[in-house]
């Protein structure tokens, strides 16, 4: 917990894990400090060298300063990126999520924008944090590619003039929506669906057609099925 | 643990939380034992008369009984379903998993199943067990919907004269993909992808294509999109 403390004070987080740690250091975030296995250096040692200092260290180790229950190969103190606004430009689609509050939902529709090639996703306040070891590590290294920006997402959105299509239970099949070359995608809280200040603003309501008897689909599941929707029209 | 043992050996498995108890109560499983709060009784009471018995306890109760860190609600102890063969008839899609390990995966595919109207998953002997509370928990009531069989999937997959469509790196477009109106979708495991020996049995190769650069996309997720895909065609 006190590290948990020093690390929010010092604006670092944590990186866990061969994968993510691979994909950090392609990236560029600052390393504050790289811990890994001697395994791990055998393997990367080539990817390593100049890269940037490290200490060789015991699977145990990297366990007890990590959050992971098993980490056998490395582990990184990273410093935060700035929270710098992101704007729409050019024809690209960006995210606004509102009030996602499980991290590894977070993570997932980090990796899913990633797959999708969508770089930027707009957070409302009461969205989860990105540098939280279960948002980065449910990310598998997308984190690095994909950036956030945590703002007041009703003044942030009010503001824009491109479409905003939002999920909601009464909107267009989204196997016929016609989507425009650039726009919002809002998704809403698990508990509570898209916040009545938000769903004022969205201009086109979306819903993923249902041919069974579930009653909602889980938020990450619903982001990549309205991304694959969005990348086949374009 | 030693509930845990008792359960397993009496064939039982235990539902938490109102949503899911609700599903259950409407579904044709056998409740063993029913334990609710005075406040999910006041709201539900015209739901329970009749149904089943119960039992009144505090909150406490419920979360020293079960495995959920907040139940304000409902448990129910429910004996577990046969494993019964399941096979396809007419035209409908079979999920066949090839040995999905994390149990928040596999729940989720069930909710999944559920949306898409797909009521039948055939499972490798080392995917999770759907009675794990885990899974029952992400499936959001839908395992009262959806039937799962636990068999050799190589032995029960190499009899079937449908078409059998796998998730691999380098099959054709999902987006072109001419889906034929009954068949079987494999997915394979979040470490090791479809083993060898079932994907010699696959007959049609299809991808998820990719505008990105995650590397891959978590196995709900792409099990989420390949339905959607599925659905607009048929």
């Not at 300063?65 to 729409?88: C, H, K, P, Q, Y």
């Not at 980090?110 to 969205?127: H, L, M, P, Q, V």
């Not at 590590?137 to 945590?150: D, E, I, N, P």
């Amino acid at each position: 917990m006190q590290i948990k403390k020093f690390r929010r004070e010092h604006k670092l987080f944590l990186v866990e894990g061969a994968k993510s740690v691979l994909e950090l250091l392609n990236s560029s975030y600052h390393i504050d400090s790289l811990f890994i296995t001697a395994a791990f250096n055998d393997l990367y040692s080539k990817i390593l060298v100049n890269k940037v200092p490290f200490e060789i260290v015991s699977q145990k180790d990297l366990e007890r300063l990590g959050e992971f229950v098993s980490n056998d190969s490395a582990l990184a103190i990273v410093r935060m990126g700035e929270n710098t606004e992101l704007l729409l430009e050019g024809n690209e689609y960006i995210l606004a999520l509102d009030g996602i509050s499980d991290p590894g939902n977070l993570g997932t529709i980090i990796r899913i924008a990633d797959w999708y090639g969508i770089t930027k996703i707009i957070c409302s306040e009461n969205t989860a944090e990105v540098y939280n070891s279960k948002v980065i590590s449910a990310s598998m290294g997308s984190f690095t590619r994909v950036r956030l920006y945590y703002c007041n997402l009703n003044e942030y959105l009010k503001k824009r003039k491109a479409p905003i299509y939002g999920a909601e239970l009464q909107g267009k099949d989204i196997h016929s929506v016609k989507f425009t070359s650039s726009g919002f995608i809002v998704l809403g809280s698990e508990a509570a669906g898209v916040s009545a200040e938000i769903q004022s603003l969205i201009t086109e309501k979306i819903t993923i057609p249902r041919y069974g008897a579930a009653e909602s689909l889980n938020v990450a599941v619903a982001a990549a099925i309205i991304c694959d929707n969005l990348k086949r029209i374009i």
